[in-house]
């Protein structure tokens, strides 16, 4: 019992990323709904077994991308453009200039290859190359190549639609 | 946009706290691809233990004993090959670095397809004659040597002939079913996991 508190509390300060991982590998409600319940799932069951020899953020984002990637996506139903109906936006900023421009960069990663949404959404974390580098399992040289690559992508997307 | 108005807008959005149905969670009901291969595996290791079981039960009841043996080191065999797939799935985790992971559920489902081609060159040979052989030896008691005389039917070359045609014939229908129902339900997936780990895998230098 006290584990499973333990576990609540821990989803509730690490669903923010869960929710935008999810988010990027997922077209519909539904489909979100089943990710995020699957990696929550994976989460609790390796939640004994984390002993804290890697940090806590760069195992969460491990099991988040690991299920994320590999989950056999159902046939695409009518899927929808990126809603954002979970986004709370800040008070003191355009809201709704804002929630498209949000919508616009979800929209653009959702463009890029697979394998490159989870490179760009480490760097747009604020990750380092070395943590980056550790959770995909490539070589910090690769990461540094791959990131620039990506964002010259993404920011072209997002340009030219 | 620059680089840091790029990651100022990704984080300045904050999705509202959201939880999951944890009863689910507690539960661990899951529909991750690895659950799917280690049920698959377990019941398949299952039904081959009971098969196993009751075709050598049979043997010993029809007092077969060398097919009994025979039997018996086959299908070891086949359940010790199940027993390291089992393993296999098993071993792999969601807390390895992703193309570790990637790479890992990638060579299982490339193994999932090895086991079927395994099963059909290897172990269906190896199973028709051995079952043809009790098969002989149940007919010949049955309808007396007359009908069917004590192994004639293996010093006839053509009966031989016959025999590796049927094998090979059902190999080939059954390959290409397979491979078929294979393609179907995981084709698409090991070209996108392959997919992704090439693109992750890459060399690039820098600009």
């Excluded at chain 1, 616009?104 to 959702?110: D, G, M, P, V």
């Excluded at chain 2, 010993?60 to 018996?72: D, L, M, P, V």
């Excluded at chain 2, 007359?146 to 059902?170: G, Q």
Aim: with cysteine; proline share 1%; glycine share 4%.
């Amino acid at each position: 019992m006290e584990h499973q508190k333990k576990f609540k509390v821990f989803i509730e300060e690490h669903s923010a990323i869960i929710i935008k991982i999810c988010r990027i590998y997922t077209d519909d409600e539904q489909e979100f709904e089943d990710y995020f319940q699957e990696v929550t799932l994976q989460l609790w069951r390796s939640f004994h077994s984390f002993r804290g020899d890697a940090k806590i953020s760069t195992w969460v984002y491990r099991i988040a991308l690991n299920v994320c990637m590999s989950q056999i996506r159902k046939k695409k139903r009518n899927v929808q453009t990126t809603t954002l109906e979970n986004v709370q936006v800040a008070a003191d900023y355009d809201a709704k200039e804002k929630e498209e421009k949000v919508a616009l960069l979800y929209r653009s990663i959702k463009q890029l290859k697979e394998a490159e949404r989870a490179l760009i959404l480490l760097y747009l974390e604020d990750k380092s190359y070395k943590e980056i580098a550790e959770i995909l399992g490539l070589t910090i040289t690769n990461v540094g190549a791959k990131v620039n690559r990506i964002k010259t992508k993404l920011k072209n997307i997002m340009t030219n639609g | 946009m620059d680089d840091q108005e790029l990651k100022s807008l990704w984080q300045s959005e904050s999705p509202k706290k959201q939880q999951p149905n944890l009863e689910k969670t507690f539960k661990g009901k899951s529909i991750g691809i690895l659950e799917k291969l280690q049920k698959t595996v377990k019941w398949e290791h299952y039904v081959n233990i009971i098969m196993s079981v009751l075709l050598v039960g049979f043997l010993c009841y029809e007092q077969k004993w060398w097919h009994a043996i025979g039997f018996s080191a086959f299908l070891l065999g086949v359940i010790l090959y199940y027993k390291n797939l089992y393993d296999k799935v098993n071993n792999i985790t969601y807390t390895e670095n992703v193309v570790e992971y990637l790479t890992d559920t990638y060579s299982t489902l490339k193994d999932f397809e090895k086991r079927y081609i395994i099963g059909l060159i290897v172990i269906f040979p190896i199973a028709y004659a051995l079952g043809f052989d009790v098969g002989y030896d149940v007919g010949h008691q049955l309808h007396g040597s007359e009908k069917i005389p004590e192994r004639a039917f293996f010093a006839e070359p053509k009966e031989w002939m016959f025999f590796i045609v049927v094998n090979l014939i059902t190999i080939a229908i059954t390959a290409a079913i397979t491979h078929f129902i294979f393609q179907f339900f995981y084709g698409k997936h090991i070209k996108k996991i392959k997919g992704m780990i090439d693109t992750l895998q890459s060399s690039e230098t820098m600009e």
